[in-house]
């Protein structure tokens, strides 16, 4: 069974704040590099469209499922991001967005399907400025047959 390797890097992303109990990220462009057995591609922007967070209680947050989708003439990519919770943690003295996994689907010209998941790592966010750092996440896609 073919494997790729698949790397998704997430810019710096700003949380606007909508109300007391509700935020909304900016939209955020990522970069997708899929090793493939004949070479990388490069897919960008994945655009996560904008997402809002939802206040659960005292220093935790929920941020909504969404999609992060590349569209290209090259492939077509669509990352599935399921609910990301977020609480304050003391060692840290922040809000940290915990580690999830999101489904991913990637479709090559040739009509290749390739499936797997992709995981992104703790964020932590500058309660600051409220920008959530730069994250890499890393996975596995296999061919489907």
């Not at 710096?12 to 900016?26: F, G």
């Not at 899929?34 to 990388?40: C, E, I, N, R, T």
């Not at 005292?58 to 590349?70: D, S």
């Not at 669509?78 to 919770?85: W, Y």
Request: charge should be neutral; glycine fraction near 4%.
């Amino acid at each position: 069974m073919a494997t790729a390797k698949i790397s998704v890097y997430c810019p710096p992303m700003k949380i606007n704040k909508v109300s007391r109990r509700l935020r909304r990220t900016d939209a955020e462009p990522m970069e997708a590099i899929v090793l493939l057995l004949d070479g990388a591609v490069v897919l960008k922007p994945v655009l996560i469209p904008e997402t809002f967070v939802d206040k659960l209680g005292l220093l935790h947050w929920m941020v909504r499922a969404c999609k992060g989708v590349y569209e290209g003439a090259d492939a077509s990519l669509i990352v599935n991001l399921p609910k990301e919770p977020v609480w304050f943690e003391w060692g840290e003295m922040t809000l940290v967005a915990q580690p999830i996994e999101a489904e991913t689907t990637l479709v090559l010209p040739d009509l290749e399907t390739w499936t797997g998941k992709v995981r992104f790592p703790k964020c932590r966010l500058n309660i600051w400025t409220m920008t959530a750092e730069e994250v890499t996440a890393e996975g596995k896609l296999t061919l489907k047959e």
